[in-house]
């Protein structure tokens, strides 16, 4: 079946500096993609969508300029977390959807742990 | 808003038992409702996806159940094993099939050998 990678799966970084996130869809076109936020113990929150080529959606209350969304390519979706600081801590994981049958695919998770 | 719940947030069962977990949601203008499984620091597992036109959904031991004028959706495990231990989500989604989820969050599942 459609896989979607996701790397790092862990990150520990230094407050002030900026990770950045991949999102691959292995053997289909991701023409969508979805990147969420998940504190502990909580739902999984929307933070962007992204077409490829366009710009990416951001949902009400997520900083656009501090959380980098780039779809230049059908495989290829990235986070980069600027500036990140320990609120930034969380799990963010993405999901693809693209033709022939249009499902939702995640990636498995990057814990981003700011100190 | 759309709100999606899900109670109770854990559950710990002995091994054989049926279970059925709850799913409610606020508006109930869906384009469909989807149960996923987590494993602890790991990526979501699609279980099942029950379309707003569809009742039930079924895979292996899993039943799905979507009552969409009361909100409500269940998810049914027949003969829980160990390895159904994680946590499952619901989502809704209200734009059509490329649209963003809507999740609960999720209820943690014990099952007890």
């Known amino acids: 079946g459609a896989v979607v990678s996701q790397h790092p799966s862990r990150v520990i970084c230094k407050s002030g500096t900026s990770v950045k996130i991949e999102c691959r869809s292995l053997?289909?076109?991701?023409?969508?993609m979805f990147w969420y936020r998940q504190f502990p113990k909580q739902s999984l929150m929307l933070m962007a969508t992204?077409?490829?080529?366009?710009?990416?959606?951001?949902e009400q209350g997520v900083e656009k300029d501090k959380f980098l969304i780039n779809h230049a390519s059908l495989t290829l979706s990235t986070l980069t977390v600027t500036s990140a600081h320990p609120e930034d801590s969380s799990f963010y994981i993405c999901?693809?959807?693209?033709?022939?049958?249009?499902?939702?695919?995640f990636g498995s998770g990057t814990q981003l742990s700011v100190l | 808003k759309q709100e999606v719940t899900q109670i109770p947030a854990a559950l710990s069962v002995p091994e054989g038992e049926n279970l059925v977990l709850n799913c409610s949601f606020t508006?109930?203008?869906?384009?469909?409702l989807q149960w996923f499984r987590q494993d602890p620091g790991k990526g979501l597992t699609s279980l099942l996806l029950?379309?707003?036109?569809?009742r039930e959904q079924t895979s292996g031991r899993l039943n799905a159940s979507l009552d969409k004028s009361s909100g409500r959706s269940t998810l049914y495990i027949a003969a829980s094993q160990p390895g159904d231990s994680a946590t499952y989500l619901c989502?809704?989604?209200?734009?059509?099939?490329?649209?963003?989820?809507?999740f609960g969050k999720g209820i943690t599942l014990s099952v007890r050998p």
């Open positions: 992204s077409n490829e080529g366009s710009k990416a959606t951001y």
């Open positions: 989502a809704v989604s209200i734009a059509g099939a490329n649209s963003k989820l809507t």
């Open positions: 053997d289909f076109q991701a023409t969508t």
């Open positions: 029950i379309q707003s036109s569809q």
């Open positions: 508006d109930s203008a869906i384009y469909n």
């Open positions: 999901s693809a959807t693209g033709p022939p049958n249009e499902k939702l695919f």
